[in-house]
């Protein structure tokens, strides 16, 4: 490959013309300089060594983000439409910064740390992290990290999240369904942390206001791991038969459990209303489509590259930003 030198021979002009050229620092160039080696350096067909000049400047130019995902829920946790979306926002915005961007998914959070580590990341995206994972990863890593999505105690060690109003999203939801008249909800998720955690607070807090005593069997923790789904969609199942709503605590569940229902004979939302929480791309299409929570999957992704870059310039550590909901009324929830 031709170099800067050579070029600068060819035209008989400076390496630091030419290299200022190459990286747009024209304004003390003249034009016809810069047409002269603008011409040249198409004709060589040359292509700046990124990885030379980043290694001279002490950085990577590589924003990394890293997905703690279990196996037993996820085969392909790109393949599910909030982490397809996430990471598709997040993507484009790195590039628009002129960075570029790595993915890296494990069940293993050493294993994330030692590629983060040697990838020499400038920065880091997480998304769920939980304190223990949080504290694993800052303790090595020590380059800006934001977190998406995480509830981990702020007293244990400052850090900069992205979140959403999952307790909001979850109490009207909640709070819609009591106003359609239904008052036996079943509440559906796989845990009780975090995220879902949030979201189950927001029913209870709706419920308790309407008064209404809330059943503990109604609150169903299914499983996600492959080959115990059947036992789980028993109990869903089961529960349908005593509750006149359920509330998913994402759109997925929500639609596994309209999808089994159905198998079984049941109508909805004639039999039982359903609600989701996503608002995802299937939520729309599916038959019925999905009463749920809306929440802006793409900006959540943008914010935190936002934050992220803001932090690499040295400016002060930005402040949380916690993203609101609404919901989105379709066709499978009805009023009694």
């Known amino acids: 490959m031709v170099t800067i030198k050579e070029l600068a021979n060819i035209l008989g002009i400076s390496t630091t013309t030419v290299s200022n050229v190459i990286h747009g620092k024209t304004s003390e160039v003249s034009l016809a ?20 000049r980043n290694l001279a400047q002490n950085r990577s130019k590589i924003i990394g983000m890293a997905l703690f995902s279990n196996e037993d829920k996820y085969k392909n946790i790109v393949a599910d ?16 910064n002129n960075y570029f961007f790595m993915l890296y998914v494990s069940d293993d959070i050493s294993e994330i740390i030692r590629y983060v580590s040697s990838w020499n990341v400038d920065g880091l995206i997480t998304v769920g992290m939980n304190r223990d994972e949080y504290l694993k990863i800052r303790g090595r890593y020590k380059k800006p990290i934001v977190l998406i999505d995480s509830y981990a ?8 999240n992205v979140g959403l109003d999952d307790e909001g999203g979850g109490y009207i939801m909640t709070k819609y369904l009591i106003e359609n008249g239904h008052r036996e909800i079943a509440f559906i998720c796989d845990n009780l942390e975090g995220v879902d955690y949030m979201r189950y607070r927001g029913f209870k807090k709706a419920v308790g206001e309407a008064g209404i005593v809330f059943d503990k069997k109604n609150l ?48 909805v939302p004639g039999d039982v209303s359903i609600a989701g929480f996503d608002d995802n791309i299937f939520a729309k299409v599916c038959r019925p489509a999905l009463t749920t929570v809306y929440q802006d999957v793409d900006r959540k992704g943008t914010v935190a590259v936002e934050k992220l870059m803001a932090m690499l310039r040295g400016e002060e550590n930005p402040k949380d930003e916690i993203l609101p909901v609404k919901i989105v009324v379709r066709d499978s929830v009805r009023k009694l």
Do not use: H, W
């Not at 439409?81 to 628009?96: D, N």
């Open 33 to 52: 300089t810069v047409e002269k080696v603008q011409k040249l350096l198409e004709e060589y067909d040359y292509t700046p060594n990124i990885n030379a």
């Open 81 to 96: 439409p909030f982490f397809g979306s996430l990471v598709g926002a997040i993507e484009k915005e790195v590039r628009k």
């Open 153 to 160: 105690p702020k007293d244990i060690m400052d850090y900069v």
């Open 220 to 267: 169903i923790i299914i499983s996600p791991v492959e080959g115990e789904t059947a036992v789980s969609m028993s109990e869903v199942y089961e529960a349908a038969q005593r509750v006149t709503a359920m509330f998913c605590c994402s759109d997925n569940y929500a639609l596994q459990v309209t999808n089994e229902l159905f198998a079984r004979g049941m109508d």
